[in-house]
């Protein structure tokens, strides 16, 4: 999907709308992937001794201090007019390749016409704020509303890195499907096609006791989760603002509270952990370290799978959208581009690479994205 565009005049390029391919599965079954027992019983270490220790150290360093920072240490920085005035030229210079999903919201119209949409939401950074502490990253009664809105109006689901339980505990909407620890733990729909692709569910009840599919491709390795988890919930214990959160299939250590002299200290910690388990690895989101095992599923592979389970993966008249703010969801934005059937919207405030299309500066300005989609298809029908 290619987008060619003018500050304030996106033009989606000819092929877009109208070439949409033949939805194509590519999902990789459990049964491919590895068994937990045969990781642990291999020799093969990451390399970490010495020098080379010293160069992964920096790359990943430079990661730690380039992550995107909170919105508060954001206007902590800018010191002055002149600096604000670069930033705001910087982030319309970058707008130019990341259109706003508002300010190009007739275009989206446009292209949707009369397909069916499909939403797709990350939570934090998307429709909560990022905080200090991420036990009160808190969704808005207005976002709440929002969301509630769309989802009666098009299937909706939230794609977190959270466990399931905890996003949803935020959410507090029966309304969606969600998807906890990056895709890895999915509660939907029961199939509408028949169980193809070898992908086994378990069927279940929701709280309401309603019929659904439960998903969790990775939960061979849920013992060797907790045993890391332990591990370097014991090895980073000392180290001033560093917080751990279990995310039932993913770990994660929280480092946004540690002072930057820290931040190797961090990494050495839980790459030492990391060596005694090959099954398992790391990947960095907003100032944040997260362990998960070494599957081929993400969160573009959660978004293909709830398409297909919602029986839409089958349809050219569907257009998936993807709203997330984080390195993760890339994964979910290349599969919308690479299968040119949908497109993503980055959450960010400061300019950065993405496989999205448009943007949006903010948790508030995906509220009112959402109200807007929600105005258009009320008034449409
Ligand atoms: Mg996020």
């Known amino acids: ?9 996106p033009v989606l390029a000819d092929h877009l709308p109208t070439a949409l391919p033949a939805a194509v599965m590519t999902f990789t079954t459990p049964t491919s992937f590895p068994s937990p027992g045969l990781c642990l ?3 093969k270490k990451i390399p970490l001794p010495g020098k080379v220790e010293e160069v992964r150290a920096t790359g990943w360093l430079d990661l730690m201090m380039a992550s995107s920072p ?13 600096q604000a005035d670069d930033l705001d030229l910087q982030y319309h210079n970058w707008m130019v390749d990341y259109p706003s999903a508002l300010t190009s919201f007739e275009t989206i119209t446009d292209l949707a016409g009369s397909k069916r949409l499909a939403l797709f939401l990350d939570y934090d950074g998307t429709l909560s704020p990022i905080v200090d502490n991420p036990a009160n990253a808190l969704m808005s009664d207005e976002m709440r509303a929002a969301v509630r809105h769309v989802a009666s109006l098009f299937p909706t689901a939230i794609i977190s890195g959270r466990s399931r339980d905890k996003v949803f505990d935020f959410v507090k909407l029966n309304e969606l499907y969600y998807a906890g620890s990056h895709g890895m733990d999915i509660m939907g729909p029961v199939r509408k096609t028949a169980d193809s ?17 439960l998903f969790q491709p990775a939960s061979e390795f849920l013992p060797m ?3 890391v988890y332990e591990k370097l919930d014991e090895s980073v214990k000392d180290i001033v603002g560093a917080r751990m959160e279990d995310n039932k299939f993913c770990v994660s250590v929280h480092y946004r509270n540690v002072a930057e002299e820290d931040y190797k200290k961090v990494f050495q910690r839980v790459t030492a ?13 907003r100032k944040v370290f997260e362990v998960r095992p070494v599957i081929d599923w993400n969160k573009g592979k959660a978004v293909e799978f709830l398409l297909e389970s919602l029986g839409l993966n089958e349809s050219e008249d569907v257009l998936p959208i993807y709203v997330g703010d984080d390195r993760t969801d890339e994964d979910a934005f290349k599969v919308l581009k690479a299968s040119n059937r949908g ?3 980055l959450v960010s405030s400061i300019p950065k690479e993405s496989d999205a299309f448009y943007s949006l500066r903010d948790p508030a300005e995906v509220m009112d994205f959402l109200r807007k989609l929600a105005a258009w298809k009320e008034q449409s029908t």
Do not use: A, W
């Not at 692709?197 to 599919?213: A, M």
């Not at 952990?273 to 989101?285: A, F, I, K, S």
């Open 70 to 82: 909170t919105r508060k240490r954001q206007i902590k920085d800018v010191v002055n007019d002149t």
């Open 225 to 227: 989760i907790t045993e």
């Open 273 to 285: 952990v990391l060596e005694d388990y090959p099954c398992l690895r790391l990947t960095h989101g």
């Open 343 to 345: 497109f993503g919207i």
């Open 41 to 43: 019983n291999t020799t």
């Open 1 to 9: 999907m290619d987008l060619k565009t003018g500050l304030n005049s």
């Open 197 to 213: 692709n070898g992908v086994e569910c378990i069927r279940s009840t929701d709280s309401q006791g309603k019929e659904v599919n």
